[in-house]
């Protein structure tokens, strides 16, 4: 499956943002989904997870309460609903597919799109 994240920008701290990501591949609904962030000088980390069907989610202590995952298996999208944004948001994100279930890491994905970049100005 191929991934493309889309819909970063630069918003005011508070403020919200929609991160979408398109997979193309007819298997796109049997894949466990993941948006993962990247601030400069730092290691990549898990934000949220979602597993195929989109009943179960799971989300970084971090994030918990402002953002959502979501995802609709028949336009073969993932989305992050990013609100109350804060500078320590500011970082690239990215979406990842899994042939799992996988939360709170990193490993486990076995695709990755481009990253789309999100700042946060305080």
């Known amino acids: 499956v191929q991934l493309q994240a889309s819909g970063g920008g630069l918003v005011q701290a508070g403020g919200s943002l929609r991160l979408s990501c398109a997979a193309s591949g007819r298997t796109f609904s049997s894949y466990g989904m993941g948006w993962f962030r990247q601030a400069p000088g730092k290691e990549r980390e898990f934000v949220a997870a979602?597993?195929?069907?989109?009943?179960?989610?799971y989300y970084a202590d971090s994030v918990k309460g402002r953002f959502t995952i979501s995802r609709d298996n028949a336009k073969n999208m993932l989305y992050l609903q990013v609100n109350s944004l804060k500078p320590e948001d500011t970082a690239v994100y990215y979406c990842?597919?899994?042939?799992?279930?996988?939360?709170?890491?990193?490993?486990?994905?076995?695709?990755w799109g481009q990253g789309t970049q999100v700042t946060v100005s305080s």
């Open positions: 990842a597919a899994s042939r799992g279930w996988v939360v709170g890491t990193t490993r486990g994905y076995d695709y």
């Open positions: 979602i597993n195929w069907s989109g009943v179960n989610t």
